[in-house]
DNA sequence: TTCATTTATCGAATATCGTCGATTTACGAT
DNA sequence: ATCGTAAATCGACGATATTCGATAAATGAA
């Protein structure tokens, strides 16, 4: 009668991946640029350590929130707009609407 | 140039509270019973210990998502429509729109 | 007041998370 | 092949979070 808990696991994992205040500024960032930024740049641009935002972005990219592509010797990483539109709401998670995964939205 | 820390922080309070599966079956419990409940019924239902339940429902309480009222001995629960609509999407965060304070929203 | 019931809080064990520095890997240039 | 740069991974540490059992606080009934 309660929600799945499979479903409860998969809405949760989606709001856990906005849920720290480095990944969503990393995610703005991205966002603000339209353009693909590198690693170097989001490092400079955020003010945490190498291998803090490069551990953040492998989370954002594991939800497909942002799109990696290997240029010569550097990662770009782009906001993906798909991924953005079918994050669930909070109106999505009380009326136990289809769990959109990750993978499935691009 | 980025998006502020305390914004930021606003954004990411948001979606911790979401951000864990017993949370979200609670949340989901309370939104389909529309009618309130006690902690008692939410612990037959969600299959947690009872302390557990009491925990989760102060965090989400805290951000004014769930709304207690004192019947009795009891504690009744129930979804805050307002809190769930003004909840922030993922499209908010990209576009760094204001960021709705939880107390503010009721 | 005393008792029974319901909920909140406390204390502790465990697990997860965020961050850093150091190392390793990947890639291009020399 | 060697070097240099960029990014990913590793190992560790402290901070937070989740969960539980036990206890305390609140409330109504006897």
């Known amino acids: 009668m309660p929600l799945p808990r499979a479903d409860a696991e998969e809405y949760a994992s989606w709001f856990r991946a906005l849920a720290d205040a480095t990944r969503i ?3 703005s960032l991205l966002a603000r640029r339209r353009a693909p930024m590198s690693v170097g740049e989001i490092v400079a641009a955020s003010g945490v350590g190498q291998s803090t935002v490069s551990h953040h972005l492998k989370i954002l990219a594991e939800v497909r929130f942002v799109l ?3 240029q010569g010797t550097s990662s770009l990483y782009r906001i993906n707009e798909n991924c953005v539109s079918c994050f ?3 109106a999505d998670v ?10 499935t939205c691009e």
Chains 1, 2 share one sequence.
Do not use: Y
């Open 25 to 27: 500024q990393i995610v």
């Open 68 to 70: 990696v592509e290997r």
């Open 88 to 90: 669930p709401t909070a």
């Open 94 to 103: 009380v009326m136990g609407n289809p769990v959109p995964s990750a993978p």
